[in-house]
């Protein structure tokens, strides 16, 4: 039975005891917004300011990020905020007016990738990105069918959240969408992971002709991050891609989760395997909290969406949003941060495993950099996800200030995405207090 990921970590309310002023802010929220918005943990938090890997409660207590993929360089990066500040006092426009800013990024942006990839357009978010790569690829293409992986997300616009399936089951698919089983290398029945996805995707694109539907594109996270954290074996997604282009579509490479060095082995999650994408999609990391995301592609595939169709952002591009982003790609490599995501990413994947040995409900550990998964069992030998005590672990991490998730079609995966400049001794808290909830955990 496939378990509701989206409520795995979220707030229930009367499920546990709150103090009167998580009551009270909990009681105005829900007056004020609405039903629809969910919040993290057991016990909500209340932060009030934030500082590299850190963020502080209203009491001053600080916990530990190891989740916040937005902020990725950092809570408060003091280069990010005096580019955006600077900025703000210069001058803010819109991509329909000339502005050198804009042009510089996208050429600094664009140098990073392979030199097929040579046009960039801008837009706020990771779902409008995701939105304005599905219309490139229709009109590229002539098709409508889109093959996802089983809990993937990749936004919340109408045409994109019917093509998310971890937001749960009341949010429908489209008839146009076919998913696949995501590439399990813990439970693969063969062993052979690009083998088993190369057929998964090629069955989709079956399924999609005998119904008449003439397949767009092919779209996954380098690092499978809603789908349980599955990072390899590297090279694996190189079949897929092929019978994607064999059947007339496009592959978009959704960067959002696993681009801008997060997984340590380069600065783009699709990189690690070798393949070439259509189109690229950024969004959260890019700003680190300023809103700024993109589609970046190979010019052909732009061709004929720039011939019929306009396409304008009033905020995608403006002059601030490419300072906060350059301010960002200069961190990341000034600062050495896709290395030390590879260096402490290991040390912290090092550590996980150390703890699978003393710990029988760790079933697997996986990742890559700073982007890590821990797989949670009632039962190693059969290999039993236990969404429960994944929740309990999360919550109890909580408890002990360090801010961690849970993700996979079974809601068993501990989600684990420190920021890039975390250091060893972070690690080691992290480490620690994991250790900590576990031992407590088991002797309850």
């Given at each position: 039975?496939?378990?509701?990921?989206?409520?795995?970590?979220?707030?229930?309310?009367?499920?546990?005891?709150?103090?009167?002023?998580?009551?009270?802010?909990?009681t105005?929220?829900?007056?004020?917004?609405?039903?629809?918005?969910r919040?993290?943990?057991?016990?909500?938090?209340?932060?009030?300011?934030?500082?590299?890997?850190?963020?502080?409660?209203?009491?001053?207590?600080?916990?530990?990020?190891?989740?916040?993929?937005?902020?990725?360089?950092?809570?408060?990066?003091?280069?990010?905020?005096?580019?955006?500040?600077?900025?703000?006092?210069?001058?803010?426009?819109?991509?329909?007016?000339?502005?050198?800013?804009?042009?510089?990024?996208?050429?600094?942006l664009?140098?990073t990738?392979p030199?097929?990839?040579?046009?960039?357009?801008?837009?706020?978010?990771?779902?409008?990105?995701?939105?304005?790569?599905?219309?490139?690829?229709?009109?590229?293409?002539g098709?409508?069918?889109?093959?996802?992986?089983?809990?993937?997300?990749?936004?919340?616009?109408?045409?994109v959240?019917?093509?998310?399936?971890?937001?749960?089951?009341?949010?429908?698919?489209?008839?146009?969408?076919?998913?696949?089983?995501?590439?399990?290398?813990?439970?693969?029945?063969t062993?052979?992971?690009?083998?088993?996805?190369?057929?998964?995707?090629?069955?989709?694109?079956?399924?999609?002709?005998?119904?008449?539907?003439?397949?767009?594109?092919?779209?996954?996270?380098?690092?499978?991050a809603?789908?349980?954290?599955?990072?390899?074996p590297?090279?694996?997604?190189?079949?897929?891609?092929?019978?994607?282009?064999?059947?007339?579509?496009?592959y978009?490479?959704?960067?959002?989760?696993?681009?801008?060095g997060?997984?340590?082995?380069?600065?783009?999650?699709?990189q690690?395997?070798?393949?070439?994408?259509?189109?690229?999609?950024?969004g959260?990391?890019m700003?680190?909290?300023h809103?700024?995301?993109?589609?970046?592609?190979?010019p052909?595939?732009?061709?004929?969406?720039?011939?019929?169709?306009?396409?304008?952002?009033?905020?995608?591009?403006?002059?601030?949003?490419?300072?906060?982003?350059?301010?960002?790609?200069?961190?990341?490599?000034?600062?050495?941060?896709?290395?030390?995501?590879?260096?402490?990413?290991?040390?912290?994947?090092?550590?996980?495993?150390?703890?699978?040995?003393?710990?029988?409900?760790?079933?697997?550990?996986?990742?890559?950099?700073?982007?890590?998964?821990?797989?949670?069992?009632?039962?190693r030998?059969?290999?039993?996800?236990?969404?429960?005590?994944?929740?309990r672990?999360?919550?109890?991490?909580?408890?002990?200030?360090?801010?961690?998730?849970?993700?996979?079609?079974?809601?068993?995966?501990?989600?684990?995405?420190?920021?890039?400049?975390?250091?060893?001794?972070?690690?080691?808290?992290?480490?620690?207090?994991?250790?900590?909830?576990?031992?407590?955990?088991?002797?309850?």
């Amino acid at each position: 039975m496939k378990t509701d990921t989206a409520m795995i970590n979220a707030f229930v309310e009367g499920a546990a005891t709150l103090d009167p002023s998580t009551a009270e802010l909990i009681t105005r929220r829900k007056k004020l917004l609405g039903p629809a918005y969910r919040l993290f943990y057991e016990r909500p938090v209340h932060f009030v300011r934030g500082e590299g890997a850190w963020l502080y409660d209203a009491e001053g207590n600080a916990y530990l990020d190891a989740y916040n993929n937005v902020t990725s360089i950092g809570h408060g990066h003091p280069k990010v905020v005096e580019a955006v500040s600077r900025q703000m006092e210069t001058l803010t426009t819109n991509t329909r007016y000339l502005h050198d800013h804009v042009l510089l990024y996208a050429d600094r942006l664009l140098s990073t990738m392979p030199p097929e990839i040579g046009h960039l357009m801008f837009t706020c978010t990771g779902s409008e990105a995701n939105d304005l790569a599905v219309r490139i690829a229709e009109s590229f293409t002539g098709g409508t069918g889109i093959i996802v992986t089983e809990t993937a997300y990749h936004g919340v616009t109408q045409a994109v959240a019917r093509f998310s399936p971890s937001l749960g089951q009341n949010v429908a698919l489209g008839v146009h969408v076919r998913t696949v089983p995501a590439p399990d290398s813990y439970r693969s029945a063969t062993g052979d992971i690009a083998a088993e996805f190369t057929t998964h995707v090629q069955a989709a694109i079956d399924d999609l002709r005998r119904h008449g539907i003439k397949p767009a594109l092919f779209i996954c996270d380098g690092i499978f991050a809603s789908d349980g954290v599955f990072d390899g074996p590297a090279g694996f997604l190189k079949g897929a891609v092929k019978a994607i282009h064999d059947a007339g579509g496009l592959y978009i490479a959704d960067e959002v989760q696993s681009g801008f060095g997060r997984t340590g082995e380069a600065m783009w999650g699709f990189q690690r395997h070798g393949v070439l994408p259509d189109l690229v999609t950024m969004g959260k990391p890019m700003g680190n909290g300023h809103p700024v995301a993109g589609v970046a592609g190979r010019p052909e595939v732009f061709a004929e969406f720039g011939r019929t169709a306009r396409y304008f952002n009033t905020f995608g591009g403006n002059a601030v949003a490419a300072q906060a982003a350059m301010a960002v790609l200069n961190v990341i490599q000034s600062e050495g941060l896709v290395e030390n995501a590879q260096s402490v990413g290991a040390y912290l994947k090092d550590g996980f495993r150390a703890l699978a040995t003393r710990h029988a409900a760790v079933g697997d550990v996986r990742g890559a950099g700073m982007f890590l998964g821990v797989e949670i069992v009632s039962n190693r030998a059969a290999k039993t996800a236990d969404a429960e005590k994944t929740s309990r672990i999360v919550n109890g991490m909580r408890e002990e200030r360090v801010l961690i998730s849970a993700c996979a079609k079974s809601a068993n995966v501990l989600k684990i995405r420190p920021q890039l400049t975390s250091t060893r001794a972070e690690a080691d808290f992290l480490l620690g207090k994991l250790e900590t909830v576990l031992l407590r955990q088991a002797d309850e």
